[in-house]
C-alpha cells in the first residue's frame, strides 16, 4: 500500500469534498481517499502510486485544482 498527500484548492463543503473524493476514487489502485476540508489536504491510499497527470485530471475534472 501507497499513501501520499496532496492538496487540492476550492473545496468549500462536504459536498466539494465528496465531488474530489468520487473522481479520485475511479484511478486505478485507490482504495480509500480521505479529505481535510480546512486544510484541502487530500490523503489517497493506493495498491501502487497514482500517476501525478491522472491525479491531477481527476482533480480538474471534479471542478477543482490540484496545487501540490
Ligand atoms: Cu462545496
Not at 9 to 18: D, E, L, V
Amino acid at each position: 500500500m501507497t499513501e501520499s498527500v496532496h492538496t487540492v484548492t476550492g473545496m468549500t463543503c462536504g459536498h466539494c469534498a465528496s465531488s474530489v473524493t468520487e473522481e479520485i476514487t475511479k484511478l486505478d489502485g485507490v482504495t480509500d481517499v480521505a479529505v481535510d476540508l480546512p486544510t484541502g489536504a487530500v490523503t489517497i491510499t493506493s495498491t501502487t502510486p497514482v500517476p501525478l497527470p491522472a491525479l491531477r485530471a481527476a482533480v480538474t475534472e471534479a471542478g477543482y485544482e490540484l496545487v501540490s
